[in-house]
């Protein structure tokens, strides 16, 4: 069973950083590209960075570029999203995201908030 669980959300104030983690299990982690996902309040989830099995390629959306770093770490099971520069913007729900077996798979969500 696949499962997906995001932590490292909170509350920042603008100019911080932040680190979220996904911790994978149930499929071989290293062999499978990983996605981070957001969602602001009524706005449609919009992808943040895309990260090869490898770690070898990596994708930014172009809000984030140059302030958020995805990584990863496959001993670990373990996907990473740096996030500095913190902006209200980035204010959002934020979801781990896998296509596994042929089935899209998703966490449950960790919220960040940045405010002052």
């Known amino acids: 069973q696949v499962q997906l669980v995001e932590s490292g959300g909170g509350l920042v104030q603008p100019g911080g950083s932040l680190r979220l983690s996904c911790a994978a299990s149930?499929?071989?982690?290293?062999?499978?590209?990983m996605t981070w996902y957001r969602q602001a309040p009524g706005k449609e989830r919009e992808l943040v960075a895309t990260i090869t099995g490898t770690g070898g390629y990596t994708n930014y959306a172009d809000s984030v570029k140059g302030r958020f770093t995805i990584s990863r770490d496959n001993a670990k099971n373990t996907m990473y999203l740096q996030m500095n520069s913190l902006k209200p913007e980035d204010t959002a729900v934020y979801y781990c995201?896998?296509?596994?077996?042929?089935?899209?798979?998703w966490g449950q969500g960790t919220q960040v908030t940045v405010s002052s």
């Open positions: 995201y896998a296509v596994v077996f042929g089935r899209t798979n």
């Open positions: 149930g499929f071989t982690f290293s062999s499978y590209t």
